[in-house]
C-alpha cells in the first residue's frame, strides 16, 4: 500500500490565526467595538455574523486540531474552519478596501495572507481527507482489526 502522507495539524501560523480569531471575535462582541470599515460597509447583522463567526472559526478549528478521535473528523472539522476563516478575512479585507481605497493596501496585504493561507490550507485538508479515503479502501477490516504492517 506504501506510506500514508498526512501534513501535520500542528502548523504554528494556523494555531496562532484560528487563537486570534476567537478572541477578536469575543472582544469585539463584548465591549461593542469595530473596525469603522465595518461598522460602515456591513449592515449589523452581518457585523454579528462576522463576529460569531470568528469565534466559531478558532474554536472549530483549534477543536479539529486536537481531535483525540478519528483523523477524518478532525480534519473535517479544521477543513470547514479554514475555508470559513478565509470567507470571513477576504469579506473584511473588500470592506477595508471600501472605505479606504489606495491608503489601505499594506492592511489588506496582511489580511489577504491570511485569507489566501487559509485557502491553501483547506486544499492541502482536502487532499489528506482524499489520500485518507483512498487508504480506507485499499485495506480491509479484518487487516483493520489484527493492525496494518
Known sequence: MGNLRIRSRHQPYEIAVLAAAPLCGVLMLTLNVRPTS????????????WELG????????????VWPGRLSTGLGLELASVLVLGTITGMYAVAVLVMSGRNSLVAISFVMAVTVGSLWRAAQIAIDLRRLARACELVTYEQLRTGVT
Open 38 to 49: 465595518v461598522q460602515t460597509s456591513m449592515p449589523a447583522p452581518i457585523q454579528v455574523a
Open 54 to 65: 470568528l469565534i466559531a472559526v478558532g474554536v472549530g478549528g483549534l477543536l479539529g486540531i
